[in-house]
């Protein structure tokens, strides 16, 4: 199969708790308007309103849609007719990987009516004719999230197999607390503080004169230095794990001084290592 014949397009279907939402999300990703559980009657009028921009619409059915099994056919039949690059991905698992994930998500299954095992059985067997249509079949009982989102990364006709990260560089301070939604924490309380310079205190650490002094205490260009080659040493394996964002945050006390000499640095240390990043300072406003 080559790259070609998989752009355009896409039907994503298959069994519950397979990795649909996954590989959607990861199209979404890539710039694809993603349209999941909509009712089969609308799914023509749709692919007709994105008619300029089919090559980036993703519409996710599943056993869900009312009448899936048995109309799905004929409208992919007309789907077909006028739009030929539209592929259907069927995304699938073993039926005791499948009852693991529910019962460690503890989602219900679209048809509970019945035991979770019977749900999953009887899945399979209402969607095994819309297996057949498919172009590609997606078996992600041995895949995790990553290996799934690589997956549709190769079907969306891309060679890219790492994520180019988005970096936030954000300073603050420990006694607004630490940011919630922070990968990497630095508590850079141990460096020299200028606050007790009588002539800095009121000057912010993206000031020179508070850089200038901070640079002339060697231990703390030692200690940046330190971090710059983590974050550096970082960077491309959170890129691996195809994460598209990642917060940096830097913190000492009052998160005027030392956090934000530290954070600008390593903001400059990431833009150089080829990344998009963003320094802020969550506390500035505490500044004045």
């Excluded at 974050?231 to 830097?250: C, F, N, Q, T, W």
Aim: proline residues 5%; hydrophobic residues 40%; charged residues 25%.
């Amino acid at each position: 199969m080559t790259e070609d014949r998989f752009r355009g397009p896409f039907v994503i279907t298959g069994l519950s708790g397979s990795g649909k939402s996954v590989l959607s999300r990861s199209l979404e990703d890539l710039g694809y308007l993603c349209v999941d559980n909509i009712p089969l009657e609308l799914v023509p009028e749709l692919f007709a309103t994105a008619e300029n921009d089919l090559q980036r619409l993703v519409v996710v059915l599943d056993v869900r849609a009312r009448g899936l099994r048995e109309k799905f056919p004929e409208v992919f039949r007309e789907l077909s007719r006028t739009c030929p690059a539209l592929r259907v991905v069927f995304v699938e698992a073993s039926p005791d990987v499948l009852l693991r994930r529910f019962s460690l998500t503890r989602r219900p299954h679209p048809l509970r009516d019945r035991s979770l095992e019977q749900a999953i059985a009887d899945e399979e067997a209402a969607m095994a004719g819309l297996r057949a249509l498919a172009d590609l079949v997606v078996d992600t009982t041995s895949l995790s999230p990553h290996d799934l989102k690589r997956q549709i990364l190769s079907l969306a006709g891309t060679a890219v197999h790492t994520e180019q990260l988005a970096v936030e560089v954000q300073s603050f301070s420990y006694l607004q607390g630490v940011p919630a939604t922070a990968s990497l924490v630095f508590d850079v309380r141990f460096l020299p503080n200028p606050y007790f310079e009588n002539d800095l205190r009121e000057l912010p650490g993206d000031d020179p004169r508070v850089a200038e002094w901070l640079d002339a205490h060697g231990e703390v260009d030692d200690a940046v230095g330190r971090l710059v080659d983590l974050v550096v040493y970082l960077l491309p394996r959170y890129g691996h794990e195809l994460k598209s964002d990642l917060m940096i945050a830097v913190g000492c006390t009052g998160g005027r001084h030392r956090s934000v000499y530290v954070a600008q640095r390593l903001g400059e240390a990431v833009g150089a290592a080829g990344y998009d990043v963003v320094v802020h300072h969550r506390d500035k406003e505490r500044w004045r």
